[in-house]
C-alpha cells in the first residue's frame, strides 16, 4: 500500500489505526492521509438499512397469540463520534448482512416484549403508541452498540388464521361473540338513530322547503312590487329626461339662432367698418385728386396774376416815368394796380369757379362706372331672376340694362340737389 491520502464517500466511514494515533481516526466522508504499513485503513458502512421485523403467534397480555409484523429503518450513526467509535468496536470488519440481523433480532425481541405487555385492543387501535414504546426501548438498546433508529412503524396486525378483516378472531371466542353482539347492538341502535334522525332530517327538510317557498314567495312578491315602483320611477325619470332633452335642445337651437345673428351683427359690423374704410379712401383720394391739384392750380393762378399785376405796375411806372409827371404818374399807378388787383381778383374767382366744376365733373365721370359696377353687383350674385312683363316695353336682358342706367342717370341730380352744381349744364357748356 502505497503512501498518500484516502477517500470515502458520504455513506461511509474511514478508521484510520496504527502509529501516532492513540485511539482509531474516524473520518465520516471525507478523506485522511495514511503511512503504510504502520497505519492502517478501514471502512464501515454508514447505509440506512431497512429491517422486517416479524413477530408471529405472540401473546398480548390477555393471552390471546397474533402477529405484527413492523417496518423499521436502521443505521450507523456517523455524526456522533462516540456512537461511531462504539460501532467501529461492535461491528467494523463484520458484513452488512451480520449487522442487520444484530439489529433486527435486538429489534424482534422489543418488539415481541411490548406486544406482550399491551392488549389486542391496544396494538389494535393505538398503533401509534405501540410503535412509540417499540421505537424509544430499541433506540435505547442499538445506541449502545452505536446503530441509530430512524424510523419504526407497524406494517401489519394478524391473528394465527391470517385473518385481518374485521375485529381480530385473536380475542378468543367469548370476546368475538361479544364484540359481535355489541356491534350487532350498535348497529341496530345506529340504525335506529339515523331512522330518527333520517325521520327528523325529513321533517326539518320539509320545514325548510315550507318555509323557504314561504320565503321565495314573500321575496316575489316584494320583487313585483319593488319592480313595479322602479318601473314607474324609470318612466317618470324617462319621461323627465325626454323633456329635458327638448327642452335643452330647444335651448340650444336658440342659443345657435343667437350665434348665428351675433354672425350676422359681427358680418354687419365689418361691412360698415368696411364702408367706413371705402369712404375715407375714397376721401383721401379725392383729397389728392381734386382738391390738391385745385390748390396747385389756385396757387398759379394767382403767381399768375401777380406776375401780370407786376407787370403792368411796371409798365405803368415806366409810363409815367416816361411822361415824367409824377402826380399823374402816381394816380395813373394806383388806378392801374387796383385795375390790375380787380383783374386778379375777377380771374382767381373765374378760375375758382370754372375748376370746381370741371373737377367734380371730372370726378363724376371718373365715380359713374363705379356706380354702375355697384349697382350691377347684386345682379351678378344672384344665381337665377324671375322677371314679370307686362308685354309692353323692352323685356330680358335689355330691361335690365335700361334700370341700372336709369339708376346711373339719377345721379346728377342727386349731386345738384347736394352741392347745388349742375353736372349736366357743365357738361353741355364743355
Not at 296 to 301: G, H
Not at 324 to 335: L, Y
Not at 350 to 374: G, I
Amino acid at each position: 500500500m502505497a503512501w498518500g491520502f484516502v477517500t470515502c464517500g458520504p455513506n461511509e466511514a474511514l478508521v484510520v489505526s496504527g502509529c501516532c494515533y492513540m485511539k482509531p481516526l474516524l473520518v465520516p466522508g471525507g478523506r485522511a492521509f495514511v503511512w503504510p504499513t504502520i497505519q492502517q485503513v478501514q471502512r464501515i458502512s454508514l447505509n440506512t438499512m431497512t429491517l422486517q421485523v416479524e413477530s408471529p403467534c405472540v401473546y398480548t397480555s390477555q393471552g390471546v397469540p397474533i402477529s405484527v409484523t413492523g417496518i423499521a429503518q436502521v443505521k450507523i450513526q456517523g455524526q456522533n463520534e462516540d456512537m461511531l467509535l462504539t460501532a467501529c468496536e461492535q461491528f467494523l470488519g463484520k458484513p452488512e448482512s451480520e449487522i442487520r440481523h444484530i439489529a433486527l433480532v435486538t429489534l424482534e425481541g422489543h418488539q415481541r416484549a411490548i406486544m406482550g405487555s399491551m392488549t389486542v385492543e391496544e396494538i389494535y387501535k393505538d398503533r401509534k403508541k405501540f410503535s412509540k414504546q417499540v421505537f424509544e426501548v430499541a433506540s435505547s438498546d442499538l445506541a449502545n452498540m452505536g446503530i441509530s433508529v430512524v424510523s419504526y412503524t407497524i406494517k401489519d396486525i394478524r391473528d394465527e388464521e391470517g385473518d385481518s378483516k374485521g375485529y381480530l378472531k385473536s380475542l378468543g371466542m367469548a370476546r368475538t361473540a361479544e364484540v359481535k353482539r355489541d356491534a350487532r347492538i350498535g348497529e341496530a341502535e345506529a340504525r335506529c338513530d339515523a331512522q330518527i334522525k333520517e325521520a327528523i332530517a325529513e321533517e326539518q327538510r320539509m320545514a325548510s322547503r315550507f318555509l323557504n317557498d314561504t320565503e321565495i314567495a314573500k321575496a316575489q312578491r316584494d320583487f313585483e312590487i319593488k319592480k313595479a315602483a322602479y318601473d314607474v320611477e324609470v318612466q317618470t325619470k324617462k319621461a323627465e329626461a325626454e323633456m329635458a332633452y327638448e327642452l335643452q335642445a330647444a335651448k340650444t337651437k336658440q342659443r345657435i339662432k343667437e350665434e348665428q345673428m351675433q354672425v350676422k351683427v359681427i358680418e354687419r359690423t365689418q361691412e360698415i367698418a368696411v364702408q367706413q374704410q371705402e369712404i375715407q379712401r375714397r376721401e383721401k383720394e379725392l383729397e389728392a385728386t381734386v382738391r390738391r391739384p385745385a390748390e396747385a392750380e389756385k396757387y398759379r393762378l394767382e403767381k399768375i396774376a401777380e406776375a401780370n399785376k407786376m407787370r403792368i405796375v411796371m409798365e405803368a411806372e415806366a409810363e409815367a416815368e416816361s411822361i415824367k409827371i409824377r402826380g399823374e404818374a402816381e394816380a395813373f399807378a394806383i388806378a392801374t394796380k387796383a385795375k390790375a388787383e380787380a383783374e386778379q381778383m375777377a380771374q382767381k374767382a373765374e378760375a375758382w369757379r370754372e375748376y370746381r366744376e370741371a373737377a367734380m365733373v371730372e370726378m363724376l365721370l371718373d365715380t359713374l362706372p363705379k356706380v354702375a359696377a355697384e349697382v350691377a353687383a347684386p345682379l351678378s350674385q344672384a344665381k337665377k331672376i324671375t322677371m314679370v312683363s307686362s308685354g309692353q316695353g323692352e323685356i330680358g336682358a335689355a330691361k335690365l340694362t335700361g334700370e341700372v342706367l336709369q339708376i346711373v342717370n339719377k345721379v346728377p341730380e342727386l349731386v345738384k340737389n347736394i352741392t347745388g352744381v349742375d353736372i349736366a349744364r357743365s357738361v353741355h357748356a364743355a
